[in-house]
Structures are given as C-alpha cells and as structure tokens.
C-alpha cells in the first residue's frame, strides 16, 4: 500500500484525536512503523493492522472510521491539496461526480505510483446516481461516504448517501440529489491563494 494513504490514517488520528491514540493504536496493533514516510510503499497487511488498531482504540466500527477518514481528508485545513483535487472535477456537483472515474488517472499526475481503488459513476437518472468502488481495503465504500458527504456540502448540494453493501471487492454507494443548489456553497477559485 503506498505510503500517503497509511500516513492518511496517521494523520487523520493525529490531528483529530492527537498523538497518544496514535501511539496507543500502533501499541494495540503490534505496528513495525509507528510514523508512516508519504512517498514509500508498504505491505497491504500494515494497512489492515493499522486501521484495526485505530477502530479499537476509538471504540468505533469500522464503517464509522472509515468514514470519518474520508470527510477529514477533504475538509481538515492539512489536507486541503485534495479538496482542491477533487474541486478540479466539475463546477457542479453532477459534473464533480461524473468525474470520479478519472481521479485514479488524476492522481497519478501528481504521484505516479500512486494507485487509488477504481471508481466507477453510474447515472440512473438526473439525481439518481451510484458510485461502486473495488478496493483493498475492505471499508473503502465509507470513505468515499465521508467524501462525498463533505463534497456535497463544498458544493451547496443537499444529498442522501447510502451504503448498499460489498462483496467479492466492491462496494456500492447510492447517491440521491434532493435539492442541488441548497446553500451558496464553499468558494472555489483555480488558483492557489498565497497571503
């Protein structure tokens, strides 16, 4: 697994729970790292381990930590790179779905060897859509809950995300747009702002 996505779970129990759960999950977990370098690869099992150790040292399932990961990855101010990524999709919210089938391909520009799970948009009607994820990582489906949940807000969108289950490495998430121009919505520009 590489590198930035263990560092993503670091970093998510880090910043939002702080450096003692940490410790207490790589502890928990028999870790052999206990600080995650962005740019390495690492066994799938390290992944496994590290996110079991976080759950039981949260007290959470696994759905919900998983899904708290995905909504800190776009919403946490260590993270914004990504949130600006995911922006690059689409001026709507229909458009920045439409445009997950790329972010795999996206993501490599900026990392090549980086390899995200594949994502694949099915549009059932014009607020009808469905999202299915074949990963690794059992739980992957939770954080592009946590994602999209954090994404339809970004874009002023009032949604309902459902978990419709896994199996055989692919989850699927159903997707119903209730009212897509519900509030204003976070700004966006194209360019970074330096201050």
Not at 124 to 148: D, E, K, N, R, Y
Request: hydrophobic share 45%; aromatic share 8%.
């Amino acid at each position: 697994m590489h590198g930035l996505i263990n560092r993503a779970i670091q970093r998510f129990v880090t910043d939002s729970y702080g450096i003692e759960k940490w410790n207490d999950a790589v502890r928990w977990a028999a870790l052999d790292v206990s600080d995650f370098e962005a740019m390495l690869t690492y066994e799938d099992g390290l992944t496994e381990k590290a996110i079991v150790g976080v759950c039981f040292v949260l007290d959470k399932p696994r759905s919900d930590v998983m899904e708290d990961i995905g909504t800190y990855l776009v919403s946490h101010p260590n993270t914004e790179a990504l949130r600006r990524l995911l922006r690059f999709g689409g001026v709507t919210f229909v458009e920045f779905l439409n445009s997950l089938d790329d972010l795999p391909d996206r993501a490599r520009l900026a990392v090549s060897d980086l390899e995200l799970p594949s994502l694949e948009v099915r549009d059932h009607s014009s607020t009808q859509f469905s999202l299915v994820c074949a990963c690794p990582i059992v739980g992957f489906g939770h954080v592009m809950m946590g994602i999209l949940r954090t994404m339809a807000d970004d874009y002023g969108v009032l949604a309902v995300f459902e978990h419709m289950g896994s199996g055989q490495g692919v989850e699927t998430i159903s997707i119903s747009l209730v009212v897509t121009e519900f509030t204003e919505g976070r700004k966006f520009e194209l360019g970074a702002r330096v201050e």
